[in-house]
C-alpha cells in the first residue's frame, strides 16, 4: 500500500523564466493533472522556482532537499526524442546533479505544444543525471510510434552523453517501461 501523505516530491525540471501559474510550466501540469487529483499537500512537494534571480543557488536547495533524504528513492522521467531526461540535453555529463542547460533546439520546437502561444525557451534548470544514477529505483516511461527510434538507441546504443537516455543501461535498477508503439523496435 501507497501512503501518499509521506511521499515528498520534487518536480524533475523547469522551464527557466517561466513562472509556476503558466499553464505550459512542468509544476503546473504535474500539480493540474497528478498531485492535486491524489490529494498530495503542497507541503509534501517542491519544484525548481525557474523565475529565481540566482539559479545556482536554486540548484543546490534542490541537490540539498535529495541529499538530506538520502537520495531519491525513485525517479520517473519520460524521454524526448533527442533523448533527454528532465532537461538534461545531449552533451551534458552523466555526472551533473542539478544543474541549469541550454535547451537543444529539437526541445524548444517541441516544448510550445505546452503553451497556447509562441514562448520563447532557451534554458531549463533540471535534476541531473548523477541524481538520476545514485536513485534506488529509475523508471523511464515512454508512448507512441514517434518514441520507437529513440528507445531502440536508447536500449541499443553505446552508453553516450551524447544520448542522455542511454544512463538507464548503467542503472542498478533502470526500468524502461514502453507500449506496444514505443516498443516496436526493440
Given at each position: 500500500?501507497?501512503?501518499?501523505?509521506?511521499?515528498?516530491?520534487?518536480?524533475?525540471?523547469?522551464?527557466?523564466?517561466?513562472?509556476?501559474e503558466s499553464e505550459?510550466?512542468?509544476?503546473?501540469?504535474?500539480?493540474?493533472?497528478?498531485?492535486?487529483?491524489?490529494?498530495?499537500?503542497?507541503?509534501?512537494?517542491?519544484?525548481?522556482?525557474?523565475?529565481?534571480?540566482?539559479?545556482?543557488?536554486?540548484?543546490?536547495?534542490?541537490?540539498?532537499?535529495?541529499?538530506?533524504?538520502?537520495?531519491?528513492?525513485l525517479i520517473v522521467?519520460?524521454?524526448?526524442?533527442?533523448?533527454?531526461?528532465?532537461?538534461?540535453?545531449?552533451?551534458?555529463?552523466?555526472?551533473?546533479?542539478?544543474?541549469?542547460?541550454?535547451?537543444?533546439?529539437?526541445?524548444?520546437?517541441?516544448?510550445?505544444?505546452?503553451?497556447?502561444?509562441?514562448?520563447?525557451?532557451?534554458?531549463?534548470?533540471?535534476?541531473?543525471?548523477?541524481?538520476?544514477?545514485?536513485?534506488?529505483?529509475?523508471?523511464?516511461?515512454?508512448?507512441?510510434?514517434?518514441?520507437?527510434?529513440?528507445?531502440?538507441?536508447?536500449?541499443?546504443?553505446?552508453?553516450?552523453?551524447?544520448?542522455?537516455?542511454?544512463?538507464?543501461?548503467?542503472?542498478?535498477?533502470?526500468?524502461?517501461?514502453?507500449?506496444?508503439?514505443?516498443?516496436?523496435?526493440?
Amino acid at each position: 500500500m501507497i501512503r501518499l501523505k509521506k511521499l515528498i516530491k520534487i518536480g524533475l525540471d523547469e522551464w527557466v523564466g517561466i513562472g509556476p501559474e503558466s499553464e505550459g510550466s512542468c509544476r503546473y501540469i504535474v500539480e493540474e493533472h497528478l498531485l492535486k487529483p491524489l490529494g498530495i499537500s503542497e507541503r509534501n512537494y517542491t519544484f525548481f522556482n525557474a523565475l529565481h534571480s540566482d539559479l545556482d543557488s536554486e540548484c543546490k536547495r534542490v541537490d540539498s532537499l535529495i541529499f538530506d533524504r538520502g537520495g531519491l528513492d525513485l525517479i520517473v522521467v519520460g524521454i524526448g526524442l533527442n533523448g533527454h531526461i528532465g532537461l538534461n540535453e545531449p552533451g551534458y555529463s552523466f555526472d551533473h546533479y542539478c544543474h541549469v542547460t541550454e535547451l537543444a533546439q529539437m526541445t524548444i520546437d517541441v516544448g510550445q505544444k505546452y503553451f497556447n502561444s509562441a514562448t520563447p525557451l532557451t534554458k531549463g534548470i533540471t535534476v541531473g543525471l548523477k541524481h538520476l544514477l545514485e536513485a534506488k529505483t529509475a523508471m523511464l516511461i515512454a508512448t507512441g510510434k514517434k518514441k520507437a527510434s529513440i528507445i531502440e538507441e536508447t536500449l541499443k546504443s553505446e552508453v553516450s552523453p551524447a544520448v542522455p537516455s542511454t544512463v538507464f543501461q548503467k542503472h542498478q535498477n533502470g526500468l524502461v517501461w514502453v507500449d506496444e508503439e514505443a516498443g516496436e523496435r526493440v
